[in-house]
């Protein structure tokens, strides 16, 4: 693609560089090479440009580098950018449609007719799969689910009775969707009484899900991940919970049952939110962190239990000298007792 | 069921309604509709209890609601009745007696002769498949194990060479029973070597497993996993650990080797126990709390590592403020040192 | 095998017992029989040794033990020489030469002679299976992959798209190798635009990796573990990391994106480590510890965020009593403002 194509189609402005340059792929500026368009976005990186191979590179507005032999692209976003530029040099692979013979499909399952089924899928009663659907090897739809649109569900997915996956979803391998939430009620001989788990998981359109990962049924009703929802890898989400549209969760954090994660929120990695909270629309938890309380929209909190980011940061710092602090306060006693005596 | 059996079945007294009333399900308070029984056992919900359009709702000893229209079913503890009730309106699907076509059992298994087995099953030379087990699609049961009568297995679960399930236990989701223990010891030139990892694990009856877990088996010998005990999801369990009856082990909490955990012992969401200690029984520790020490019987403790809980509050309530503290002991030190030099 | 010739393959000196005394197997402490040998390495279990049943025992130089019915094998490392023992009580089964009939192999794939396939595995397009390899069921194979001789693949894996897997690796059952990292760019209306994920994992010769693990591919380039890496259970390894040599990585311990863990560095179970860092050689995190952080070569660290372990142990000891340092200030500040008013 010449680089005025590529400027063109992610809305940048060539600001250095032939307009008639090819490039042929993106990567980042440690592994590109003469063909590959790179990006600067974390300041953290600029000491790599100088090294960089790269042929051009997008960079923001007020972003300069010292080079005249790499083409530049200026743009708004250049990691978004970059992302435009690595989805025109890798568009996904469009589906084969088959069934593969050893594919065990009920009779009374609805399965569009463009959908690729690998080796040993398994397909129970009355489920539907819609068009474009790529289901990978492995997996297992229990009877009653329904797989939306153009949805891609990879090997050792499953996939439990009457779940919903909505339309463009992408979930990898090896992870639950519906297993019984984790719900029982203590006797008075102190044994767990099991509550059944006969609700269901909804999952909107545009949602991604890692891989290894639960997600629990609710009890009665349903647990809800709502459109452009992100879930990384090993996250657990209770029953239910609704995660907000938008919303990105990192690995390995967890969610009690009934908790509501609000729109466009951010949990950093081993995140853990008890059961029946609430956290408001573009809250953020770093890494770590845990509430047992509701968290306010737009708040940044940090901490096991979590807090306002800044304190916490204040507190932390402080932390690292406690031994001394508790030292300082015991020598200051004795030197006010000293005073206090004369 | 009308009112009167419903009372009957979960030892409730009729405080408020017609005994004919026909109650057809149970739900939460949010969720219920008009034949709906629900229940108020936390006090959160309260106001809840305004707004549900439930047709009954249970209630613990003392507590009022201001809705002359619902019935009031009294009772010792209404969370337990709930569930009884949940329980009758949703009994367990019976087992269907079937072997899928493509099941793939060695010949030298037994299999009792009213099993469920779901497509692409595998079952090992030698394992025991107990009478009313039903084994959903793509699980792999090794040589040598054993499944006691009316357990179910689902989909991706693994069963390693001669572990032994119990009777009646759920296991959801790609969990995997008796993989490798952790186990190496590093030689002199700082290389790892592997420990053989021959031993089982046993699960005792009535335990549930949640999705996407790991419980290793003993290098020598065996974990377990006793009675009644309660496991969530993405748990990992070491090497021949021991849980206790009726323990309950939250969502992503992590077991290193040689530990034994008490009975009834509660570990919330994300915990860490570090390996050979002994928790004793009724302990429990709260979320993201770790303890590398032996934790006494009934103890409830909390933090990294874990001590008191309710000292461990006294002190993350300080913890919020510690930047304030640390300047204020600088302020203290220079009016003292201003006192001094009086 | 005769005590003589046990005390030769280990290394050891018989310093008490009969060099014709008959060993058949090795065992813990607390389990081992008349005919086992056992071993003393951790001071913690020298208890033990007054009630073992062992018929002999490993220990180190200088630890003695009152008991002279107990054949004694001394040794430079106990531990060591345990294990060596009991490689040699319990080598692995060599492999049997099959592929069930049920295994669907692409038939563009390259596959030894000499594996074993079982039931139900899938071998994509081009995918290259070495010499030795033992796959056990419900394993998925993606196309392009490649498996090194003498690796052993548990039930329920999946290795994604031209993953590569070294020689006389084993991954336990039900991980996921090469799923895509989680990578999106935040667009100006705050949707998450998705990253490709079009590269790949290699992992080296000699490494382990738990039950239940997820390695994200690269989106452009690699991730790498590199040679001798152990990996236990749960654990998240993120787009583009590489993990060092003989480095060892506890269980739920969870990797960000892009970072580079040095060789023989350790990380306790339950460890976080954010995305772009550098953990250098020998480096140590101690259980459930954060590092946003690059660490030094050979430091061991603690905490959230972490700092140096002896000094975070004083910080955590001070901790319990944070809430009554706090009240002490309050008092001292009192008594203060009481003598300045003279």
């Known amino acids: 693609m010449k680089l005025s194509q590529l400027a063109k189609e992610t809305s940048a402005v060539i600001e250095q560089g032939s ?39 997008f960079l923001n507005g007020g972003v300069e580098i010292d080079r005249a032999d790499i083409a530049v692209l200026r743009v ?3 990691y978004v950018a970059y992302t435009l530029a690595l989805r025109m040099f890798f568009p996904d692979r469009p589906v084969e449609a088959f069934v593969h013979s050893t594919a065990v499909i009920d009779p009374s399952a609805t399965v569009a007719s463009d959908v690729e089924i690998h080796a040993n899928v398994v397909i129970g009663r009355h489920a539907r799969i819609g068009s474009g659907v790529r289901i990978f090897s492995n997996v297992t ?12 569900l990879h090997s050792g997915v499953s996939i439990r009775e009457n779940c919903e996956i909505g339309e463009r979803c992408i979930i990898q391998n090896n992870s639950t969707i519906g297993s019984h939430g984790f719900g029982y009620a203590r006797t008075e001989d102190k ?10 998981v909804v999952i909107e359109d545009d949602v991604e899900i890692g891989a290894n990962c639960s997600i629990d049924c609710a009890s009665v009703g349903e647990s809800r991940i709502k459109r452009g929802a992100k879930i990384d890898n090993l ?15 990192c690995a390995q954090t967890g969610l009690a049952g009934s908790s ?7 949990l950093a990695g081993q995140v ?28 940044t909190i940090s901490g096991i239990p979590a807090f306002d980011n800044r304190h916490w940061l204040r507190s932390t710092a402080a932390f690292r000298r406690l031994g001394e602090l508790a030292q300082k ?4 006693e004795k030197r006010l007792l000293t005073l206090e005596k004369k």
Chains 1, 2, 3 share one sequence.
């Open 235 to 249: 996250v657990q989400i209770g029953h239910s919970c609704t995660v907000g549209e938008d919303a990105l969760i």
């Open 19 to 57: 307009p008639e340059l090819e490039i042929t792929s993106a990567a980042g500026l440690d592994i590109a090479g003469r063909g590959d368009i790179s990006f600067l976005a974390n300041p953290k990186y600029t000491p790599q440009v100088k090294e960089t191979r790269a042929g051009a590179v």
């Open 329 to 332: 306060v015991r020598d200051l």
């Open 141 to 152: 739809i229990y009877d009653g689910a329904k797989i939306g649109c153009d949805t891609v």
């Open 260 to 266: 509501v994660i609000g729109d466009r929120v951010i």
């Open 76 to 78: 708004k976003d250049a």
């Open 191 to 200: 044994h767990w009484l099991k509550i059944p788990q006969v609700g269901r």
């Open 272 to 299: 853990g939110i008890a059961g029946h909270l609430k956290v408001g629309d573009d809250a953020v938890l770093t890494a770590k962190s845990a509430t047992s309380h509701d968290v306010e929209p737009g708040k």
